[in-house]
């Protein structure tokens, strides 16, 4: 069993920065594919970013490419989003996911379905 558990969220304004951590349990943790995910209110989650078991490998959803930069450290079992450039359609709960397969496919990098273990979440919100 792996918990991920985020840090880092908070309230910013509009065109500001905020770093998202989440740190696994767990011994395998750098044998997972990890990403973020997102869920506004009243909307469904959405896909943010992943990134491969070595770190090599990154995908980002159209909206956050350039702004946002995802990153791991295996020796400390935590995984980093980068937010800048921060906007009001950014606000939502953020949330860290790992998939223990590991395996890259573009098909289903982006589903949730993909992913076997979920932190509980940092909220994010910006103003305008």
């Known amino acids: 069993q792996v918990q991920l558990v985020e840090s880092g969220g908070g309230l910013v304004q509009a065109g500001g920065s905020l770093r998202l951590s989440c740190a696994a349990s767990g011994r395998t943790f750098s044998t997972y594919l990890m990403a973020w995910f997102r869920q506004a209110p009243g909307e469904e989650r959405e896909f943010v970013a992943a990134?491969?078991?070595?770190?090599?490998?990154?995908r980002y959803e159209d909206s956050v490419k350039g702004r946002f930069t995802i990153s791991r450290d295996n020796a400390k079992n935590t995984v980093y989003l980068q937010m800048n450039s921060l906007k009001p359609e950014d606000t939502a709960a953020y949330y860290c996911?790992?998939?223990?397969?590991?395996?890259?496919?573009?098909?289903?990098?982006?589903?949730?379905?993909?992913?076997?273990?979920w932190g509980q979440g940092t909220q994010v919100t910006v103003s305008s």
């Open positions: 996911a790992a998939d223990r397969d590991g395996g890259w496919s573009d098909d289903s990098l982006m589903s949730s379905h993909k992913y076997d273990y």
């Open positions: 990134i491969s078991w070595r770190g090599t490998g990154t």
